[in-house]
């Protein structure tokens, strides 16, 4: 069965950091990009931040810019986010995607990130 998992999530104060992890399986899946969105109480989910498999490049949402960072460990089928210098407004429950070369997008259940001010 194909998923994503993602963990990392917790409180921290603002200002501090975090690093969530996504792990997609099965092992053998196909990956051509992996990305982090989240929702915050009330809003829309957002996207955050995509890195592509092959190449590594990245995009960012802009308000997470020079704060977040994505990365990938293409042998354990992960991605992370670094977070720092957290806000409140970071507050949000965030999802990891993976996009198959094949078929559609894997969604996971998300992970919750608070910032107390």
């Known amino acids: 069965q194909e998923q994503v998992v993602e963990s990392g999530g917790g409180l921290v104060e603002a200002g501090g950091s975090l690093r969530l992890s996504c792990v997609a399986s099965p092992r053998s899946l196909s990956i051509a990009d992996m990305a982090w969105s989240r929702q915050a109480p009330g809003k829309e989910r957002e996207f955050v931040a995509r890195i592509n498999w092959i190449s590594g490049s990245t995009n960012y949402a802009d308000d997470v810019k020079g704060r977040f960072t994505i990365s990938k460990d293409n042998a354990k089928n992960t991605v992370f986010l670094d977070m720092k210098s957290l806000k409140p407004e970071d507050t949000a429950i965030y999802y990891c995607?993976?996009?198959?070369?094949?078929?559609?997008?894997?969604w996971g259940q998300g992970t919750r990130v608070t910032v107390s001010s």
């Open positions: 995607n993976a996009k198959p070369l094949f078929g559609r997008e894997i």
